[in-house]
């Protein structure tokens, strides 16, 4: 793994809005006159909604002959559309679960329930699991069946599988299908390819970035945090880039949880604070980070914990961090031959913390 997260220092000195929750209860203008959240982009497009299917087609009809609450009173009504694009970034068990809510919904999410059962054989053809063999062809055929079907996973699954073949434009197409559904995978997938293309556009993927941070995807919370720490946000501000790389830190991802402990110890977008960077430096350590083993060491050989500072510092060289070598030398010379027996067996012992990456 990569673990150069910390950005270098200049040399000289240093569609459709996203269906989080439908207001059944509210008025449609509610709705359209909320303001986007996102600071980086205008407001997002109105929903346009369209004549609902006839009650026949639903379990349920509307007590209300306006056509203003219809939606509000009668979710059963939702035109199938509708009801597609709020069900496509679901997940298998989301998807049976809204299947169940009445006759309406069960036949608007039979392309959802089809594209799974594609989606689950893509991921076998890809991996090779299942009782079938490894087949990149069979597994993407089967990614974009689930695709088409409007599955916002086989979406993101078939983008992520173009780019590994080097069909970058076809992987950003559809990478940017599943982001403009609202799928917070799509949108950071998005945001991270749209950095990596020549030339890159670091505006329009700072905004689907920010769109995936806000629905809580740590990895996007990162990159959106490493990004602006680059500057290729709107402007340099160091305290949004420090609120991101904790923010992404609290939800375990351990990439942010060392970049969260530098920002402590130099205070950089956060109030200094050497007991917080040790704090973060420790767990990003346990999570199996080989700088901040190394880090975490050094300081607690510091405090005269020779016995754990030869564990981290050993873990951080197997890891290839070649500067703990000699100084877990000089402190092993230090010790009796039991201790670093015991050492050793420490280390041999030893299983990282789980994360999110």
């Not at 998005?190 to 920010?210: F, H, R, T």
């Not at 709107?234 to 609120?243: D, G, I, M, S, V």
């Amino acid at each position: 793994m990569n673990q150069k997260t910390w950005p270098a220092t200049k040399s000289s000195s240093d569609g459709l809005r996203r269906f989080t929750a439908f207001p059944f209860i509210r008025k449609q203008t509610h709705l359209q006159n909320r303001p986007s959240e996102n600071p980086f982009s205008d407001h997002s497009k109105k929903i346009n909604t369209t004549t609902p299917p006839s009650s026949s087609n639903s379990c349920c009809s509307s007590s209300s002959s306006s056509n203003q609450y219809c939606y509000n009173q009668d979710f059963s009504q939702l035109p199938y559309d509708i009801i597609l694009k709020i069900a496509a970034r679901f997940s298998l068990s989301n998807v049976r679960a809204s299947s169940l809510v009445c006759r309406s919904w069960c036949e608007a999410l039979r392309p959802l329930r089809e594209s799974m059962v594609f989606l689950r054989w893509g991921k076998r053809f890809k991996h090779g699991r299942g009782g079938v063999k490894r087949n990149l062809s069979k597994a993407l055929d089967s990614f974009l069946k689930g695709a088409a079907r409007g599955s916002t996973l086989a979406m993101v699954d078939a983008g992520l599988l173009y780019w590994e073949l080097g069909k970058r434009e076809e992987g950003i197409s559809l990478y940017r299908k599943a982001a403009e559904l609202g799928d917070p995978a799509g949108q950071c997938n998005l945001g991270i390819s749209l950095l990596q293309v020549n030339p890159m556009d670091p505006k329009e993927a700072v905004k689907w970035l920010y769109k995936a941070s806000v629905s809580g995807h740590v990895r996007a919370q990162y990159q959106l945090a490493l990004t602006l720490h680059k500057g290729h946000g709107p402007k340099r501000n160091l305290q949004e880039t420090a609120k991101w790389y904790l923010r992404a830190a609290e939800g375990g991802y351990v990439r942010a949880m060392y970049n969260t402990a530098l920002c402590y110890s130099v205070g950089e977008g956060l109030m200094q604070s050497h007991e917080l960077s040790r704090k973060w430096m420790k767990r990003a350590a346990d999570r199996g980070h080989s700088k901040a083993q190394l880090e975490n060491g050094l300081s607690l050989y510091s405090d005269g914990d020779r016995m754990q500072a030869v564990v981290y510092l050993e873990l951080a060289a197997r890891a290839g961090e070649a500067a703990a070598h000699p100084v877990k030398n000089v402190i092993l010379q230090q010790m009796s031959t039991f201790s670093r027996d015991h050492a050793m067996l420490l280390v041999n012992s030893w299983r990282s913390l789980p994360s999110s990456h």
